[in-house]
């Protein structure tokens, strides 16, 4: 089992900055790639970035790429994901997650833990 805390989001203005954290508890942390995903009100919810387990290799969505980047800190059991030039329509609750064996990186279902997530609304 595993448990993942998203914090750091927050209302802020279109053009501004958010750094989003997710701390993870219960399993070696280390050893598994993370991703963040987002879900706005009405939408599936959509791969964000991943970080392989040693986070030598990162992938990001087009949409936030040259934006956004996605580290981790293995020894505080932390992955986080810095925001820059921030859109309204990036405004929705961002999710972390495990990585799984199976499934895709940019699919919801290649993930086996979430956490509750973090609202982010940035405003026009």
């Known amino acids: 089992q595993v448990q993942l805390v998203e914090s750091g989001g927050g209302l802020v203005q279109a053009g501004g900055s958010l750094r989003l954290s997710c701390a993870a508890s219960g399993r070696t942390f280390s050893n598994y790639a993370m991703g963040w995903f987002r879900q706005a009100p009405g939408k599936e919810r959509e791969f964000v970035a991943r970080?392989?387990?040693?986070?030598?290799?990162?992938i990001y969505a087009d949409s936030v790429k040259g934006r956004v980047t996605i580290s981790r800190d293995n020894a505080k059991h932390t992955v986080y994901l810095q925001m820059n030039s921030l859109k309204p329509e990036d405004t929705a609750v961002y999710y972390c997650?495990?990585?799984?064996?199976?499934?895709?990186?940019?699919?919801?279902?290649?993930?086996?833990?979430w956490g509750q997530g973090t609202q982010v609304t940035v405003s026009s």
């Open positions: 970080i392989s387990s040693s986070g030598g290799t990162t």
């Open positions: 997650a495990v990585r799984g064996s199976s499934g895709t990186y940019y699919d919801p279902s290649g993930y086996n833990y």
